[in-house]
């Protein structure tokens, strides 16, 4: 029996001794494991670092894509308008020849149509005679005048016209002086657009009428001046508009 448990204690010893000496084989073994363990964790970490640059250069390339797209769009819109504006650079560069020529013609049509004007107005019942001779001639001295745009010279012989045409739609009452039965008087006149021309003195003593065909003026009969009267506190905004009885002369 004491044999058989030394057996076993010197087998155990045996065996002890054949794991510790194997252990000893499995150290670098062992160590090698963690060697390549650690190895694959960092191989890890850097597959996903890389992973993750990968990803982010991803999403910066789409943004590149997407701006690189945005702006061919924005190229070709531009291009667009650059292509506009040499097409109408060519067509103002045109209208500008057409003005030229235009220039040229309007002027001798400018100067026609003062001249035609200041016909008209010597030729035209005899209604604020200074102020519209200035006009005319104001518009004879514009057209001398080289700081003056062609424009302006256009549209203020237009203005002229218009307030001619403005006349012969309105009532007017306004002052000066006549010379009546050989005596300068200050009279009112009365104007009814370019129907008919008054006067009455500031008394109401005298009161005549223009005949426009004789070219002088003419008694007005007594029962017309409390017309006149009337008419001239109409055409001051003194009265309601009313009917008036006038002695204007009948076409022939």
Do not use: C
């Not at 090698?32 to 970490?45: F, N, P």
């Not at 007017?172 to 370019?194: K, M, P, T």
């Not at 017309?224 to 009313?242: N, V």
Request: proline share 3%.
């Amino acid at each position: 029996m004491k044999r058989f448990t030394l057996a076993v204690i010197t087998g155990a010893l045996a065996l002890n001794a054949a794991f510790a000496a194997q252990a000893d084989d499995l150290k670098p073994v062992i160590k090698a494991g963690k060697e390549i363990s650690k190895l694959a964790v960092s191989s890890q970490q850097k597959i996903n670092g890389i992973a993750e640059q990968t990803q982010t250069k991803f999403q910066q390339y789409q943004m590149v894509n997407k701006e690189i797209e945005g702006l061919n769009i924005y190229n070709a819109q531009l291009q667009k308008q650059l292509q506009s504006q040499y097409d109408e650079m060519k067509s103002l560069n045109v209208d500008i020849d057409r003005v030229s020529v235009i220039e040229r013609q309007i002027t001798p049509l400018m100067i026609r149509m003062i001249d035609g004007l200041q016909q008209f107005v010597e030729l035209d019942v005899p209604f604020l005679p200074t102020e519209r001779a200035e006009r005319v001639a104001n518009l004879k001295n514009m057209m001398d005048r080289a700081d003056v745009a062609v424009s302006e010279k256009f549209r203020r012989v237009l203005e002229a016209y218009q307030v001619e045409m403005g006349y012969g739609r309105s009532i007017e009452a306004y002052s000066g002086l006549i010379n009546v039965e050989g005596q300068e008087r200050d009279v009112d006149f009365l104007r009814i657009g370019r129907v008919a021309l008054m006067y009455i003195t500031r008394d109401g003593s005298v009161a005549g009428v223009w005949d426009n065909e004789a070219k002088n003026w003419q008694p007005a009969e007594d029962e017309f001046r409390m017309h006149i009267t009337k008419g001239l506190r109409m055409a001051k905004k003194q009265l309601a508009p009313d009917l008036l009885v006038m002695p204007i002369k009948a076409a022939p």
